[in-house]
């Protein structure tokens, strides 16, 4: 069965500073891979994805994530945080086919601080 | 577009009474999909559908029950509302493949005393 697990359910970083938000998840196949934000009262909305083809994948927003098979890894970076990055962050995972349900991680809530 | 609407956006209900949530989209998209949001949980599917007619269980879809009788229509119901659904639902459409993007609506926060 898939599952993903998302380290860190708060994760607080300084303005300018390295975002780093980990992903892992575990699937018997090669699955489809999505990283969402949440904003306050809203609701989520596509960071980015990875389906096939390079392994490093860039989003919105300056975000970036390098898919790793061998590590079962998709994990989150961003080089600078700004102040509007304070959000929620879910990573999920879907296999190929079929409805294409999202499993979703418990996600990981990123504070910026001055 | 409106992309993914939700109708209402918050809702108290009392134990035992009924409602109905409506999502609607205006982007043609074959499958809809139902989540609840719980803290610390992320978002568990209660249901979805794969067209227009169709529906299906997803992970948690005790007490709820769904109809998508238009294609741009996916109504969630509650029959007799309990504390334990006092969650956040979110609603999503997907269009056909390749595309694996699903769009989801703002949510609708309820509350069951």
């Known amino acids: 069965a898939q599952s993903v697990t998302q380290l860190g359910s708060h994760v607080s970083v300084s303005e300018g500073a390295l975002v780093l938000l980990r992903c892992n998840y575990s699937?018997?196949?090669?699955?489809?891979l999505f990283w969402y934000v949440q904003y306050p009262n809203q609701g989520l909305q596509l960071l980015l994805k990875?389906?096939?083809?390079?392994?490093l994948v860039k989003g919105i927003n300056g975000f970036e994530a390098e898919f790793k098979k061998s590590e079962t890894s998709f994990h989150l970076t961003k080089p600078s945080a700004h102040m509007s990055d304070a959000a929620e962050y879910f990573c999920a995972v879907s296999l190929s086919g079929g409805y294409n349900k999202l499993i979703f991680g418990a996600g990981t809530r990123l504070a910026v601080h001055p | 577009n409106a992309g993914v609407t939700q109708t209402p956006k918050f809702r108290v209900l009392k134990t035992g009474q009924s409602m109905t949530l409506l999502c609607a989209q205006d982007?043609?998209?074959?499958?809809m999909y139902w989540y609840r949001q719980d803290p610390g949980m992320g978002l568990r599917l209660i249901h979805y559908s794969v067209g227009e007619g169709t529906t299906a269980k997803g992970e948690v879809p005790d007490g709820y029950n769904v109809s998508r009788l238009k294609k741009q229509n996916f109504l969630l119901g509650l029959e007799s509302a309990a504390p334990s659904q006092t969650s956040v639902y979110f609603c999503?459409?997907?269009?056909?493949?390749?595309?694996?993007?699903?769009?989801f609506g703002p949510g609708t926060r309820l509350t069951v005393t």
């Open positions: 990875y389906t096939t083809g390079a392994t």
């Open positions: 982007m043609n998209h074959e499958y």
């Open positions: 999503a459409s997907r269009g056909s493949l390749p595309s694996y993007e699903q769009y």
């Open positions: 699937s018997s196949v090669p699955p489809y």
